[in-house]
């Protein structure tokens, strides 16, 4: 199993677009990838191109019948998050609380930073999404309520909705890549067709695949591949 986890200390920093096309692009190279969706808000579905009202399977529940778009297979596991014995057993020293075959999405909602520890251990990596916004910017000190940023492993930041015509998004990512060096994995651009494809109920790939940011998300995902060990296992694989 490798689990990857979606998670900013600060909301409305496109931390969902991430999950859902970085899992896409996962299964584009062939990974079997599944997304669940541990947010109360349920949009991570909308970027697969699918209606707001339209249910996904429960994390958790075997009856349910299969989804899968794009190559990724979805559920909501808003209530599975919740679940006391699911958290149970994520406290437990080398529990396998998902498929060991799948690399698994997670993605989670900004203020549920007690289900973000409880899964961190079990993770291959834990993907910081961020703004070039002063209020962004300055939640990167909650990350971890325990140990400083400088001082994480397994974590990667990413800058979202990238401006470069703006001042203040060049030099917050001048300031980025040299105050975390290696812990930056990449930045998307700003792309005004992202919220588009989603008001037409679509997807970004199949409405505006030309989109500046389905391009940033292909050289991210190349980048969060050998960060999370993928590359490597493919390679074992294959021999």
């Not at 909301?11 to 299964?27: D, I, K, Q, R």
């Not at 993770?123 to 001082?151: F, G, Y």
């Not at 040299?178 to 409405?207: N, T």
């Amino acid at each position: 199993m490798s689990l990857i986890l979606f998670h900013s200390p600060k909301g409305g920093v496109g931390n969902t677009f991430l999950a859902a096309h970085c899992a896409m692009e996962l299964a584009a190279r062939g990974h079997d990838t599944v997304a669940i969706d541990f947010t109360y808000q349920a949009t991570l579905k909308l970027f697969f191109g699918l209606l707001p009202d339209q249910p996904l399977v429960k994390a958790g529940d075997p009856s349910g019948d299969e989804i899968v778009v794009a190559g990724v297979e979805l559920f909501d596991g808003e209530e599975l998050g919740r679940s006391a014995a699911f958290r149970q057993l994520l406290r437990q020293p080398g529990a396998q609380p998902f498929p060991t075959d799948k690399v698994i999405v997670a993605d989670i909602a900004a203020h549920d930073r007690a289900l973000r520890q409880l899964l961190m251990p079990h993770a291959a990596l834990h993907v910081v999404p961020l703004v070039p916004r002063p209020a962004a910017l300055a939640a990167l000190v909650h990350v971890d309520p325990d140990i400083p940023l400088m001082e994480l492993e397994r974590t990667a930041l990413v800058l979202n909705m990238l401006d470069d015509t703006r001042t203040l998004a060049r030099h917050s990512r001048v300031f980025l890549t040299q105050a975390f060096g290696d812990m930056m994995a990449g930045s998307v651009r700003r792309d005004e067709s992202v919220a588009e494809a989603m008001a037409g109920f679509d997807s970004l790939a199949k409405l505006f695949p030309h989109s500046p940011a389905l391009g940033d998300v292909a050289h991210l995902v190349g980048v969060l591949e050998q960060r999370a060990g993928l590359v490597a296992h493919e390679a074992q694989a294959s021999a």
